[in-house]
Antibody, heavy 121, light 107 residues
């Protein structure tokens, strides 16, 4: 079964850091681009960051550029999101999503259940 | 950056109705457009990619059309299980963006 399982969310104070992880199974992880998408409570979907199959192409939303870093470890079938200088507006459910192809320019066909990040003092 | 404008923001229709949701890009994006369905409390589900290609396992009452700047998601005969929020998604280049969403309810 194709599966994505996120972890690492929680309650964190503004200005602090958090690292999210996404464990992939049921498919050949290094054949596909991967992404992080977030959804604030009661709001719509917002793409956060994406990474190609070999980490050669990476992109970020303007709202997180310079604060968040995406990475992947194909040997461990895992995707990561290092989040620094967190703000209240980063509070959201963070989804890990699989791209349909090697490159970042395609739709997302598999989504994890998400991990909640709450930034509050 | 390319902006995606989705309409309407909400919609109420009867079972069996034909339902249409539109998405307009501020610049041409060829056919780099997908549609997702998100039921309350659930994870988004891919319905359509490349503007008009039905994802495997998705009922054939869902269809997509368009190219360039104007796109449409159509449900040919609305079913009770189609109650959800629908999002368009442009993915031709960064920043990737989603439409604001259309909340679909049964009348």
């Amino acid at each position: 079964e194709v599966q994505l399982v996120e972890s690492g969310g929680g309650l964190v104070q503004p200005g602090r850091s958090l690292r999210l992880s996404c464990a992939a199974s049921g498919f050949t992880f290094d054949d596909y681009a991967m992404h992080w998408v977030r959804q604030a409570p009661g709001k719509g979907l917002e793409w956060v960051s994406g990474i190609s199959w070999n980490s050669g192409s990476i992109g970020y939303a303007d709202s997180v550029k310079g604060r968040f870093t995406i990475s992947r470890d194909n040997a461990k079938n895992s995707l990561y999101l290092q989040m620094n200088s967190l703000r209240a507006e980063d509070t959201a459910l963070y989804y890990c999503a699989k791209g349909r192809q090697l490159v970042r320019t395609d739709a997302f066909d598999i989504w994890g259940q998400g991990t909640m990040v709450t930034v509050s003092s | 950056d390319i902006q995606m404008t989705q309409s309407p923001s909400s919609l109420s229709a009867s079972v069996g109705d034909r339902v249409t949701i539109t998405c307009r890009a501020s610049q041409g994006i060829s056919n780099y457009l997908a549609w997702y369905q998100q039921k309350p409390g659930k994870v988004p589900k891919l319905l359509i990619y490349a503007a008009s290609t039905l994802q495997s396992g998705v009922p054939s009452r869902f269809s997509g059309s368009g190219s360039g700047t104007d796109f449409t998601l159509t449900i040919s005969s609305l079913q009770p299980e189609d109650v959800a929020t629908y999002y368009c998604h442009k993915y031709n280049s960064a920043p990737i963006t989603f439409g604001q969403g259309t909340r679909l309810e049964i009348k």
